[in-house]
C-alpha cells in the first residue's frame, strides 16, 4: 500500500521479548527480542501482533507490542481516523 494506491503508508513495527516482571515493560534480554516485522499499515501489524501473541501465551513473561512507526518519523502529522 502507497500513496500510489490512495492510502498513505503508515508504517508499525512489531516486536516482542520476555519480560522482567509481569506487566513492565523491561527486557530480560535485549539481544533475544523477536523482531517480528514492519508492516504498511495497523491491520497487517495488528495481525501479526495477534498470531505472535497467541502463539507465545504459555510463557506469562513473553509480550509483543506494535510501535506506531509513523507517529515517530512524521510526529507532527495528524491522519483522522488511522491508528
Known amino acids: ?10 508504517l508499525h513495527l512489531v516486536f516482542g521479548g520476555e519480560l ?3 506487566g513492565g515493560t523491561e527486557f530480560r534480554d535485549l539481544d533475544a527480542l523477536d523482531i517480528v516485522g514492519i508492516y504498511p499499515d495497523y ?4 495481525l501479526a501482533w495477534k498470531a505472535k501473541a497467541q502463539a507465545s501465551v504459555d510463557n ?7 510501535v506506531h512507526l509513523h507517529r515517530l518519523l512524521e510526529p507532527d502529522a ?5 491508528n
Open 20 to 22: 522482567t516482571k509481569l
Open 43 to 46: 491491520k497487517s501489524a495488528e
Open 60 to 66: 506469562a513473561h513473553m509480550r509483543y507490542f506494535v
Open 78 to 82: 495528524k491522519v483522522a481516523g488511522q
Open 1 to 10: 500500500m502507497s500513496e500510489e494506491d490512495g492510502k498513505k503508508q503508515l
